[in-house]
Nanobody, 121 residues
Framework: QVQLVESGGGLVQPGGSLRLSCAASGSIFTIYTMAWYRQAPGKQRELVADITRGGRINYSDSVKGRFTISRDNAKNTIYLQMNSLKPEDTAVYYC???????????????WGQGTLVTVSS
């Protein structure tokens, strides 16, 4: 059983910072790309940032310069450091693994359960 578990969400004031973590566990051989998505109330889920196993990174324009994604391949974990948070960053943040290969060579694309980030004074 492979699962992704996010942590680190919460309530923060505008201009503040939060750090999210997502750990993948189970019978994992490798994960090609891991990503953070977010979904605000009444809006579609959108990509925030992703990172390949080799370290290539992509950010959405709305978070460039404020958010930093990083990855620990040995721990199958990614992080999202969020600085200079704005009320429009309020959303449920989801972790996603794209092309997760299990030890028995199944190709999965799992999602985490989500963690709520609220930016408000």
């Amino acid at each position: 059983q492979v699962q992704l578990v996010e942590s680190g969400g919460g309530l923060v004031q505008p201009g503040g910072s939060l750090r999210l973590s997502c750990a993948a566990s189970g019978s994992i051989f490798t994960i090609y790309t891991m990503a953070w998505y977010r979904q605000a109330p009444g809006k579609q889920r959108e990509l925030v940032a992703d990172i390949t196993r080799g370290g290539r990174i992509n950010y959405s324009d709305s978070v460039k310069g404020r958010f930093t994604i990083s990855r620990d391949n040995a721990k199958n974990t990614i992080y999202l450091q969020m600085n200079s948070l704005k009320p429009e960053d309020t959303a449920v943040y989801y972790c996603h693994a794209d092309r997760l290969l299990t030890q028995d060579y199944r190709n999965l694309n799992p999602w985490g359960q989500g963690t709520l980030v609220t930016v408000s004074s």
